[in-house]
């Protein structure tokens, strides 16, 4: 899991190789990797198209098949709406081309990771970018900017319900850009606190998965649940942390996070771009969890 990485720079390099090493090191076969949103940073000038060369650069050859031959799962940050207009449907599109690794089959979805008849994993995709979250318009030019509309998110949480209402794996976990708990720099995000908190305590949702904040975390939050994790060192540069709350782990550093799937356990490690592995949770069934 990577997030916050669209940059094209050399950090964004850096931890790509070192996803790599982890996985040619550790002999990991990956099953897939979750893009955790602000997939692309900075307007394309040459136009933001399915055929844009950045997809070559900074996704299918920064990312490569040969290592991550599985699929790519994606989630919308803030700046795949605002960076370039309309890029939301492009990465949307995108993943609608033949053999391509990148999935987005809408701005939010669900699919259940394992064997077909015993699935381990369920995991429901969100949009943070609730127009109270994202949709303001920019301070600087005042010009509006893209979010999910009104409708959108009336619809998405009206989908939430009803998906967690269904039959699911024995473990659950959200994905999502915005953090709804952060020490990063950006905060809490109280209007994803107040609509999807509530919900993923009465369907025991066990973790939760994000970006933004560029930083690597996991906060529990008392007498929660769910576990989060923040994976935002994909790329873009780090920034201090500022929040003050009691947690497990959060550290400014450039990274990504490997989570390991068993049919009793689901394993979080926060790796750095150098490689080393920083903090490990391992979350159960019953939503308990440990450290290390
Ligand atoms: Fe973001």
């Not at 050399?10 to 076969?29: H, I, P, R």
């Not at 940073?41 to 490569?64: H, L, N, Q």
């Not at 053999?99 to 008849?117: A, E, I, N």
């Not at 560029?214 to 873009?236: I, R």
Request: hydrophobic share 35%; proline share 5%.
């Amino acid at each position: 899991m990577i997030g916050d990485y669209g940059t094209g720079g050399a950090d964004q390099l850096k931890v790509s190789q070192a996803m790599q090493k982890f996985v040619t090191e550790s002999g990991v076969k990956p099953a897939g990797l979750w893009m955790l949103g602000d997939n692309f940073y900075s307007v394309d000038k040459a136009g933001f198209t399915t055929e844009s060369t950045r997809w070559t650069k900074e996704i299918e050859e920064m990312y490569p098949a040969s290592v991550f031959p599985g699929p790519m799962w994606a989630a919308l940050g803030n700046h795949d709406y605002h960076d370039n207009p309309g890029g939301e449907k492009v990465q949307m599109a995108y993943a609608q081309k033949p053999s391509v690794r990148w999935k987005m089959p809408t701005k939010w979805y669900r699919f259940d990771l394992g064997p077909q008849d015993k699935p381990l994993v369920t995991f429901i995709c969100l949009d943070s970018n609730l127009p109270a979250v994202s949709g303001a318009p920019d301070k600087k030019t005042k010009k509006s900017r893209g979010s999910l509309t009104a409708a959108e998110e009336k619809e998405q949480l009206a989908w939430l319900k009803a998906e967690l209402a269904k039959p699911r794996a024995p473990f659950t976990i959200a994905v999502a850009h915005h953090p709804l708990y952060s020490n990063g720099d950006h905060g809490d995000t109280k209007a994803l606190i107040a609509q999807w908190e509530p919900i993923f305590q009465e369907h025991k949702v066990h973790a939760y998965v994000c970006g933004h904040d560029h930083d690597l975390q996991h906060l529990e939050m008392k007498g929660l649940f769910t576990t989060h994790l923040l994976s935002g060192g994909g790329g873009a540069k780090t920034r201090k942390l500022e929040g003050k709350q009691e947690v497990p782990f959060g550290k400014d550093v450039h990274g990504f996070t490997h989570l390991q799937i068993t049919a009793d356990t689901l394993t979080f490690t926060h790796h750095s771009a150098d490689g080393a592995a920083l903090h490990t949770v391992t979350k159960k069934q019953d939503g308990s969890f440990q450290v290390g």
